[in-house]
């Protein structure tokens, strides 16, 4: 029987990644190539098969019949091999090499970038690999090791832990409530300029959730600037832009000094926890294992960020 070669076992890889991603360039960016090795690892492998895997066009990746019949033969060859490198890394004792982690770009880079330094020095043989987006992940199919997320999807492949509520208010700077009044209620924002957010992977605005008696109303305001990135939109309130939600996490290093108050505080209401997953596959292993437990001092309960908004509403 020939044996199957290491390009060919490459190609398989970057066949059923580009299938599951649906594009060359997110397979590239997950297997950390170029497009164009994944094309021609691609392209090697339909030679070797004689098949055509993909209908290409322009804007599009489809599978051909024979390419969906061969996703699901590769798809079951690399969770055998998944299987064995996790059986493999489960057998060491101490953590070591790449932990992969996925997370919602505002939650990395105020809470897990300015973290990661203690774990490090906790286990210096462990190096990290932080990617951040707003975009949908699939851990199992990105071989993702844990993913920090807001809310909890429900995977059933994935393991899940709850670390913090993910807490939101509204914002604005001193110099602006100086200049426009404080609003006593929500119906008074439509007096006020507004600043918002809008989701990068739907590419709707963000509807503002106040508690109103016994009831939870969303307002949807008309804002003069609105924003795709959390980080640029509390730059712009701290900057006098007006009023805008914010999670509290990336509004309290501005509140503490000073350059943002809460607003409305009484009437902001929390929807979704910050969870921590990881695949089920991943149950032993020892870098996982490590991380989700340094997760729990990263998000300590009660949060600082949480402490630090709280204090200002109540005028500490």
Known sequence: MEQIGIERL????????AASLGSYTAAARSLAVSPSAVSKSIQRLEQNFGL???????????????????????????????????????????????????????????????????????????????RLGDQYVDLVEESIDVAVRVGDPGDSRLISRHLAPHRIGLFASPDYLARRGTPAGPE????????????????QEAAWPFRMADRIA??????????????????????????????????????????????????????????????ESRRGNPNVKAFVAFLSEAFPSPTPWDEIVAAAARGD
């Open 10 to 17: 490459t190609g398989l890889l970057a066949f059923a990644r």
């Open 52 to 130: 055509r895997l993909f209908n290409r066009t322009t804007r599009s990746l489809t599978l051909t019949a024979e390419g969906r019949d061969l996703l699901e033969r590769a798809q079951r060859l690399l969770r055998d091999a998944e299987e064995i490198e996790q059986a493999v890394v489960a057998a060491r004792a101490e953590p070591s090499g790449t932990i992969k982690i996925a997370a919602a770009l505002p939650i990395g880079v105020n809470i897990l970038a300015p973290a990661l330094p203690a774990f490090r020095a906790r286990y210096p043989k462990v190096a990290v690999d932080l």
């Open 188 to 203: 008074d924002l439509m007096h006020h300029e507004c600043v918002n957010f809008r989701y990068q992977r739907t590419g």
């Open 218 to 279: 969303d307002f949807r305001p008309n804002a003069g600037l609105v924003m795709d990135v959390s980080d640029a939109v509390v730059a712009a309130l701290a900057a006098g832009g007006g009023i805008g939600l914010s999670a509290t996490y990336v509004a309290a290093s501005h509140v503490r000094r000073g350059e943002l108050v809460p607003v409305l505080h009484a009437f902001t209401q929390d929807r979704f926890p910050i969870t921590a997953l990881w695949p």
